[in-house]
């Protein structure tokens, strides 16, 4: 994306915990609706979110932090690379 050096991005999640399937769904460029297995508890949800986002994106898990929304659906996270 831009050779040899560092970029950042923001991305807005909704994220839908305890879902029966897994999924990841892009709606637009910076948007993006992520239903996990796992339950909101203990972070559990947020760790399988980063983890099947970070698979999405063709990512390490650790390019990858929450910024807001630890303990809500609606997440702010910024994506960085290489």
Request: proline share 5%; hydrophobic share 35%; charged share 30%.
């Amino acid at each position: 994306m831009y050779a040899g050096r560092e970029w950042r991005m923001k991305i807005t999640i909704l994220v839908k915990p305890n879902a029966r399937k897994e999924s990841v769904e892009q709606i637009d460029e910076r948007n993006f609706i992520v239903k996990v297995h796992a339950p909101p508890q203990e972070g559990k949800a947020n760790e399988r979110l980063l983890k099947l986002l970070a698979e999405y994106l063709n990512l390490s898990p650790s390019c990858l932090s929450i910024l807001k929304g630890h303990a809500s659906k609606h997440k702010t996270i910024e994506v960085t690379g290489h």
